[in-house]
């Protein structure tokens, strides 16, 4: 009659990086009161690296050579995503800089060496400049077993267009028309913004003159619009009209009529002057 094996466990499944750890049975004999117990281990690897199966079979042998034999299984299993660390929370900043994304890293229990990658998604913004950047991280151990994180980052467009050069204030003498020099529009994001102007005439002293304000604007493509600047042309009349058709002095015998020309008055400005 062989010995009788007991407290011999039933198979166990445990996560990876847990080391199989196996039950403590014993041994009984109704003739030998210490029947040899000894146990071999057989290993057989699973579908992926951080999986296996070890069985471990216990023989117990009496005195008389009578044995029996009993096993268990522990299965090792690898279930648990990685784990993404350093990543960032949502940022915004300012157009034209470009999106400058953490560098995270993924740890993982059973795989030393998880394979990281990212993809990205650009959503637009309200206008052309504006837009977001949404960088997914995606973590997967050498069992299949994934995990994802994501930040983001929105491409803001805050800043007005600015306006240099153009000119002073001036003066020109009537009848010349006021020529404005339109000032330079620069903008950081907006390749094109929109320049306008509005003019405001306001009368001088006299019918001929008069001074123009010309006020420019410049708006971008996200309705960012600069501070105005302005220039201012007067316009003057300066110049007297010019006589003609006068005649000479005459020296007339009484009692004749007094016979004076009819001359007339050219103005460049003023089509009659008095």
């Given at each position: 009659?062989?010995?009788?094996?007991?407290?011999?466990?039933?198979?166990?499944?445990?996560?990876?990086?847990?080391?199989?750890?196996?039950?403590?049975?014993?041994?009984?004999?109704?003739?030998?009161?210490?029947?040899?117990?000894?146990?071999?281990?057989?290993?057989?690897?699973?579908?992926?690296?951080?999986?296996?199966?070890?069985?471990?079979?216990?023989?117990?042998?009496?005195?008389?050579?009578?044995?029996?034999?009993?096993?268990?299984?522990?299965?090792?299993?690898?279930?648990?995503?990685?784990?993404?660390?350093?990543?960032?929370?949502?940022?915004?900043?300012?157009?034209?800089?470009?999106?400058?994304?953490?560098?995270?890293?993924?740890?993982?229990?059973?795989?030393p060496?998880?394979?990281?990658?990212?993809?990205?998604?650009?959503?637009?913004?309200?206008?052309?400049?504006?837009?977001?950047?949404?960088?997914?991280?995606?973590?997967?151990d050498?069992?299949?077993?994934?995990?994802?994180?994501?930040?983001?980052?929105?491409?803001?467009?805050?800043?007005?267009?600015?306006m240099?050069?153009?000119?002073g204030?001036?003066?020109?003498?009537c009848?010349?028309?006021?020529?404005?020099?339109?000032?330079?529009?620069?903008?950081?994001?907006?390749?094109?913004p929109?320049?306008?102007?509005?003019?405001?005439?306001?009368?001088?002293?006299?019918?001929?003159?008069?001074?123009?304000?010309?006020?420019?604007?410049?708006?971008?493509?996200?309705?960012?619009?600069?501070l105005?600047?302005?220039?201012t042309?007067?316009?003057?009349?300066?110049?007297?009209?010019?006589?003609?058709g006068?005649?000479?002095?005459?020296?007339?015998?009484?009692?004749?009529?007094?016979?004076?020309?009819?001359?007339?008055?050219?103005?460049?400005?003023?089509?009659?002057?008095?």
């Amino acid at each position: 009659t062989p010995p009788v094996l007991t407290g011999v466990g039933g198979a166990v499944t445990l996560e990876s990086p847990a080391t199989p750890v196996f039950s403590s049975p014993g041994a009984e004999d109704a003739c030998d009161p210490s029947p040899a117990l000894s146990f071999s281990d057989v290993t057989l690897p699973g579908p992926c690296p951080q999986e296996y199966s070890v069985t471990r079979t216990w023989t117990a042998t009496d005195a008389c050579g009578n044995r029996s034999t009993a096993s268990q299984t522990v299965r090792v299993e690898d279930t648990t995503a990685p784990v993404i660390g350093g990543v960032a929370g949502p940022e915004t900043i300012e157009c034209p800089a470009s999106p400058q994304f953490s560098t995270p890293h993924a740890t993982d229990g059973g795989d030393p060496a998880p394979r990281l990658t990212f993809q990205d998604v650009t959503t637009s913004g309200a206008c052309a400049q504006q837009h977001s950047v949404t960088r997914t991280w995606t973590a997967t151990d050498a069992c299949g077993n994934r995990s994802t994180a994501s930040q983001t980052i929105t491409v803001g467009d805050h800043a007005a267009p600015e306006m240099v050069g153009g000119s002073g204030p001036r003066t020109i003498e009537c009848p010349a028309t006021p020529v404005f020099e339109a000032p330079v529009v620069r903008d950081a994001c907006d390749p094109n913004p929109q320049l306008t102007f509005v003019d405001a005439i306001t009368p001088g002293s006299c019918a001929q003159q008069y001074v123009v304000t010309r006020t420019w604007t410049a708006i971008d493509a996200c309705g960012n619009r600069s501070l105005a600047v302005s220039q201012t042309v007067t316009v003057a009349d300066r110049t007297p009209p010019e006589l003609g058709g006068t005649a000479p002095d005459l020296v007339v015998e009484g009692p004749a009529t007094l016979p004076f020309s009819a001359p007339s008055a050219v103005d460049a400005c003023d089509p009659s002057p008095t």
